[in-house]
């Protein structure tokens, strides 16, 4: 039976060298074995009963194998109809695959200053004076074969005879003190010629598949894929084609973005391992460890670049807005490497935005200057001053460049601050007065950035006459669109669910989640943050809350701040850690709290919480203090009305200090008061040449609601660009813009940038018909330029997360050479249908001539 089988397989098209098991089986859905067997004794009984009962030529023999050649042929028929299948499985062993993802990003274009030492030792490892020779002849070989097909050229234009030239002599190499690109060294590894290659190495025990990514402003992973050994045939493939191929001018680093792109590209279940080449100066997209992780593969994390250089870099923080005449602080932060002792002169300055940077218009402003001596890796150097105009202005750090930097790009810093002479809005919500209205209330009342045209508050149980005639109050708690959203902030105190009217808590989450409004709850003895249970606004929480819980009064308790709130302004309300601590133990011990079911699961942050009792898990403390991003706002949850006892020892020194930084990050981060109507921004502050500049305006008409297109004129919003200044021009060049409708209230449009230096968008509101304006900055100094060291923090840790390595070029081959992954089994199933095949044809066309030769040497019609 087994020849039987064979020939069977073999005009079947199966072959069952890899089969490690076959099953026969039938697709139709109406197929049943008994019912198929029961059929096929029926077409056969019949098929007999016709030839024998009514056909009376020939022998009764004769009919009886006329009538059963005739019933296998419906027999056959009826079970095509079935729609026979096998099943056949195999089992393969295939060599493991191994991706190897180079990083393209414009940092490999760095040439380092290694010294002889180091240089020498990569440079042997990687094979680099023969990858240089091999470059160095293919550009004579194809500049001599240019010149010879010129000359063909000539001489068949000129009959000129004169004797070819011969080939110039190989230029020599470059001496060893001639920095190299890192991404040369890549180069020499990878697309050298002859059997040292690594990549042919490699290829005799497993499948390769290359890749190179370079990320791109618009979000993409720049992810394309390299001719490596293993694609077509193991160890084939083109060194020149490959180097080609390996260059180096992605624009941003993103080795997160180009696993996470990989994993969704290619199944992972066969692969054994990643190399993974890069400098790793993360700066874009997805955190790389966890998505190095996600793979569930070792990855070899091969840096390139020094781990340490002689470096001088400066950041700006800033307040994102400053108040006219009140006093603010310009932090400069130095970050060095190797050039402890020096002294460098840091320089601040400021000028207006789209205004020139030197003092032509009297618009650039000297903050300050300072003679810096270096003696820590970090160090801050502060600038306090005080604004006397308003405006939207860029400020500028600069250090001069050192002799033995290498990147200088990140000698400058700039941000954008909007200097202001307007005030915030505050709005407090409360049942009746509580300590903490009344010093709260105090505090703004003498703040510069509130003030008494800033506070108003709603209080519940004062008198109707008086929230009528005192300006202080506010008289309903479902005001006007156009009043409410004025507001910045909103304090909402301990309050009864029966008073939170639907249409406030529908506002007070368009307020925060669509405006980008600050809101504070806070909870207080009375009712309790479970009135909030069954509202709109217990989604908008970072807490999640119980509507049964009950006030927590029976012990006093210290509160206890998180590890995350240092990382708070607001949460630090002295200078040193010392300083803080004192703060925060004049609070001294608390009488009670109120209890929620549990943390908001997301994007909550806890900054304070009971020392002792716990949530419903057992596990997480009660949270007191917590925060968390609502939409495009912030909600601050704090348990206890009890903040005012900051004020016990030292006055409103702390207390002034914890309220006025809440509420400058919750106010200050978006445009105050009606200004939220008409919003120009940008995608992004920084660009690059050649980039293309998202301009977005959220806009409103005098109730809040969304601006349609059937409001304007021209079914578009109008503006203009301004671009920088060129040489020899006075004005700046203007061009025209139409913003279309994304959707109600939002317009778009996309503007490509092609030079360096600052512009401005103006865009016209409609309704005032005045112009707002952004600016934004085109560098040329890109961002993978800013640092002059590989991160070796995140390759280690790429390393260690996954189980595989931290290496360097030159030990690669090694690791890999005691790499050995077991071969694993892969298991495919193909499903043939038997009745495509020849052999089935054949037998039933066969069995057919059969039956009709009979037929005629029987004599039958």
């Known amino acids: 039976m087994n020849w039987l089988r064979s020939v069977f397989e073999q005009f079947s098209g199966l072959s069952g060298s890899e089969t490690v098991r076959s099953r026969w089986s039938f697709a139709a859905s109406w197929f049943s074995s008994g019912w198929l067997l029961f059929a096929c004794l029926a077409l056969i009984a019949g098929s007999l009963l016709f030839y024998l009962r009514f056909q009376s030529h020939g022998s009764r023999k004769a009919r009886f194998a006329l009538g059963l050649l005739r019933g296998t042929i419906l027999c056959l028929l009826l079970i095509t109809l079935a729609d026979p299948i096998r099943e056949v499985t195999r089992e393969e062993h295939p060599p493991p695959l191994l991706w190897v993802l180079v990083d393209g990003s414009e940092s490999m274009n760095i040439a380092d200053a290694l010294t002889q030492e180091e240089q020498q030792r990569l440079a042997t490892a990687v094979g680099l004076e023969e990858f240089q020779k091999q470059r160095e002849t293919r550009k004579q070989q194809a500049a001599a074969d240019s010149a010879e097909e010129a000359a063909l050229v000539e001489a068949s234009a000129t009959a000129d005879t004169s004797p070819a030239q011969p080939e110039p002599e190989p230029a020599p190499l470059d001496g060893d003190s001639d920095r190299v690109p890192r991404i040369d060294y890549v180069r020499a590894l990878l697309a050298r010629e002859g059997k040292d290659n690594l990549l042919r190495q490699l290829s005799s025990r497993f499948r390769l598949r290359g890749y190179v990514f370079g990320g791109s402003q618009t979000g993409g992973t720049g992810l394309r894929p390299l001719p490596l050994a293993g694609d077509d045939e193991a160890g084939d493939f083109d060194p020149e084609e490959l180097e080609q191929q390996l260059t180096a001018e992605g624009p941003l680093t993103a080795i997160g973005d180009a696993l996470t792109d990989l994993a969704v590209r290619h199944a992972t279940s066969s692969l054994a391992g990643v190399v993974l080449i890069s400098d790793f100066d993360q700066n874009s997209g997805r955190g790389p460890v966890d998505a190095a992780r996600q793979l569930g593969r070792p990855v070899f994390a091969v840096g390139v670049g020094p781990k340490s250089a002689t470096d001088l870099a400066v950041d700006l923080q800033a307040p994102l807005k400053m108040k006219k005449g009140e006093q603010s602080t310009v932090t400069a932060t130095l970050r060095q490497q190797e050039l402890t002792g020096e002294q460098v002169s840091l320089r601040v300055r400021a000028h207006r935005a789209g205004g020139p940077e030197t003092g032509e218009s009297g618009e650039s402003i000297a903050i300050g200057t300072k003679t810096v001596r270096l003696e820590h890796a970090t160090q801050p150097v502060e600038f306090p001053w005080t604004p006397d105009r308003t405006g939207r202005f860029v400020f500028t750090a600069e250090v001069d460049p050192l002799e033995s930097e290498i990147v200088t790009g990140n000698n400058i810093a700039q941000r954008e601050v909007t200097i202001i002479d307007d005030f915030m809005r505050l709005l407090f919500v409360e049942h009746e007065p509580t300590w903490e209205w009344r010093f709260i209330k105090e505090v703004f009342h003498r703040d510069q950035l509130v003030g008494t045209r800033g506070f108003r508050t709603f209080l519940r149980s004062s008198d109707p006459i008086v929230r009528e005639q005192n300006e202080l109050f506010v008289n309903t708690l479902t005001l006007p669109r156009r009043e409410f959203f004025k507001y910045d902030v909103v304090f909402l105190g301990d309050m009864p669910a029966a008073n939170l009217r639907t249409r406030f808590c529908e506002m007070l989450e368009e307020f925060v989640g669509q405006f980008g409004g600050g809101l504070v709850v806070l909870a207080g003895p009375r009712f309790g943050p479970g009135q909030l249970a069954q509202t709109p606004l217990a989604d ?322």
């Open 540 to 861: 908008m929480l970072p807490v999640i809350l119980d509507p049964d819980a009950r006030l927590r009064d029976q012990q006093e308790f210290r509160l206890q701040r998180t590890a995350l709130a240092s990382q708070y302004d607001f949460m630090q309300l002295g200078k040193t850690a010392e300083e803080n601590d004192k703060a925060w133990d004049n609070l001294g011990r608390l009488p009670w709290y109120q209890p929620v079911r549990r943390l908001e699961p997301g994007s909550s942050t806890v900054l304070a919480e009971h020392p002792v009792d716990t949530c419903v898990d057992g596990r997480t403390k009660q949270p007191l203090i917590a925060i968390r991003r609502y939409g495009r706002g912030e909600v601050v949850y704090v348990g206890i009305n009890e903040m005012w006892r900051l004020r016990r020892k030292y006055g409103e020194e702390y207390y002034r200090q914890f309220w006025g930084q809440m509420i400058h990050r919750l106010g200050l981060s978006h445009a105050l008061g009606s200004r939220k109507r008409f919003v120009v921004r940008t995608d992004r502050q920084q660009y690059q040449a050649d980039d293309r500049v998202l301009l977005t305006v959220e806009a409103y008409d005098e109730n809040f609601e969304p601006l349609t297109e059937d409001a304007l004129p021209e079914r578009t919003l109008a503006g203009e660009l301004l671009r920088p200044l060129v040489a020899g021009s006075t004005a700046e060049p203007v061009s025209q813009l139409k913003l279309a409708q994304l959707k109600p209230g939002i317009f778009e449009v996309r503007v490509p940038v092609f030079d360096a230096g600052e512009y401005r968008v103006r865009v016209t509101d409609p309704l005032t018909e005045q112009p707002v304006e952004v600016h934004f900055q085109v560098a040329n100094v890109s961002v993978e330029r800013r640092s002059a060291v590989r991160g070796s923090a995140i390759q280690q840790n790429v390393a260690t997360s996954t189980r595989g390595r931290a290496l360097e070029l030159d030990t690669l081959a090694a690791a890999l050479e005691e790499f050995n992954p077991p071969r694993l089994t892969e298991t495919t199933v193909r499903i043939d249908p038997l009745w495509t095949t020849g052999l089935w044809f054949g037998l039933i066309v066969l069995l057919m001539l059969c039956e009709w030769f009979f037929r005629k040497w029987v004599h039958l019609a």
